[in-house]
């Protein structure tokens, strides 16, 4: 045991942001304070059309939309101020870093604007931890003049391989954490690569491909599926973690979920009997 403490397994934890550790759409949020109605139809827009990449929806009104040419840098800081936070995401971080023998980088990749991820985790993710879209901003008038990176679809993907070659860890030493359409192509990436994938929504493409599927408003949940794939700890474990630093495991209930459309045919054949 003192051996797996002085030379701690090495992992890479890496999370989306909107509705993984948010509760709030960045993009929703940026309307808001702007004013301006209409997003989600937008983005639903963008998504029938498959103009731009699912996740990839605001990078994109950002750049094209007569809308939302205004935003400079500070609104999206602003926005991000305004962005509630799912709870304990300090702690995650905290208890990541020497876990009994492990030890995991967290970090985030989203297609949430860089700035806005910055100003809605200052303090708790450091900046160089943290992967969002990236802008080339007018250096007279502060309008955004073009997209340097966008980590959406194969995107993320992209920017994951650069940090696992980075940090130097094998695929079966990478675990991502998603709740929506736009982590498809990286949980299939790890999945295929034998690495974790956990869902932290009950959206029905991501919950029939992720490994493990994890619904709670605390971001310290997805220490579970780890505890239990990757440590190989079993409930009574997982609780006294929680029990020592102040927390009860209250309510939690391991289900499965079938997911049923019945329609009548018209065509019904009498019941015998």
């Not at 690495?195 to 619904?215: H, Q």
């Not at 973690?241 to 391991?254: M, P, S």
Request: glycine share 8%; net charge negative; with cysteine.
């Amino acid at each position: 045991m003192q051996e797996r403490t002085k030379n701690p397994k090495q992992y890479l934890l890496a999370s989306d942001f909107d509705q993984t550790l948010s509760f709030n759409d960045s993009g929703i949020v940026l309307s808001e304070l702007l004013g301006t109605s209409g997003f989600e139809e937008r983005v639903a827009g963008l998504s029938h059309i498959h103009l731009a990449q699912q996740g990839a929806e605001l990078a994109y009104l950002l750049l094209h939309d007569p809308d939302y040419r205004c935003v400079r840098k500070e609104h999206l800081i602003a926005a991000g101020k305004r962005i509630r936070l799912k709870q304990n995401i300090r702690l995650l971080s905290q208890l990541l870093n020497g876990l009994d023998g492990y030890h995991f980088a967290f970090y985030v990749i989203s297609a949430a604007p860089e700035e806005v991820i910055q100003s809605a985790l200052e303090g708790i993710v450091p900046k160089d931890h943290i992967y969002g879209t990236q802008f080339q901003y007018d250096p007279s008038s502060g309008e955004i003049q073009s997209i340097l990176r966008v980590p959406a679809g194969y995107g993320k993907v992209a920017v994951l391989e650069e940090l696992r070659k980075k940090l130097q860890v094998g695929h079966d030493r990478v675990v991502y954490v998603g709740d929506g359409s736009s982590d498809v192509h990286v949980m299939l990436h790890l999945n295929r690569l034998e690495g974790l994938t956990i869902a932290v929504s009950e959206n029905k493409y991501i919950t029939r491909i992720a490994r493990r599927t994890i619904l709670s408003e605390d971001a310290l949940s997805v220490l579970v599926p780890i505890m239990e794939e990757i440590a190989g700890w079993d409930a009574m474990k997982i609780r006294a973690l929680f029990d020592a630093h102040g927390f009860v495991l209250q309510d939690w209930e391991k289900m499965r979920t079938d997911s049923l459309t019945i329609r009548e045919t018209g065509a019904a054949s009498p019941v015998a009997g």
